[in-house]
């Protein structure tokens, strides 16, 4: 499936081809810190198809328990997440955040990942009062 998106104010956009099978949520802490949200979900990218179309991100080098490095990219003017990816030449996959990625309506998560870490919440979002716009508090 061809895939393309951009950060929240447009400065850098993308395009890539991925496999929809490879749509998974992540719930280590590492994805919740760096995400400021309860879990983070991602497609995987067919290697040497991701594709900078605008805008150069700014990548941070995080350093995971097991000790292997993921380049963390993202947009240097709002902020948004983009991707993670492995450290050395291409061709490398990418991790698309889903949030950026235009047909992210399309992409359902088919697996898990570090679900001891998962809150317990997530999973009974159901009990939550649901509304179609922000409620005056």
């Not at 700014?58 to 993670?84: E, H, M, N, W």
């Not at 996959?93 to 697996?111: C, D, M, S």
Request: glycine share 8%; net charge positive; aromatic share 8%.
């Amino acid at each position: 499936m061809k895939i393309d998106g951009r950060c929240h104010c447009g400065h850098v956009s993308f395009e890539a081809e991925a496999d929809p099978e490879t749509t998974a949520v992540c719930n280590c802490t590492d994805c919740q810190t760096i995400s400021g949200a309860p879990l983070r979900a991602n497609i995987l990218t067919r290697p040497g198809t991701f594709l900078l179309l605008s805008g150069e991100p700014t990548v941070y080098a995080k350093t995971a328990d097991s000790g292997a490095i993921r380049l963390q990219g993202f947009c240097p003017r709002c902020g948004t997440a983009l991707y993670s990816t492995s450290v050395g030449d291409d061709p490398k996959a990418y991790a698309i955040r889903l949030g950026a990625i235009r047909q992210r309506n399309e992409l359902v998560p088919h697996k898990q990942w570090f679900v001891r870490s998962q809150q317990a919440w997530v999973n009974n979002l159901d009990s939550i009062q649901k509304f179609d716009k922000m409620q005056p508090r």
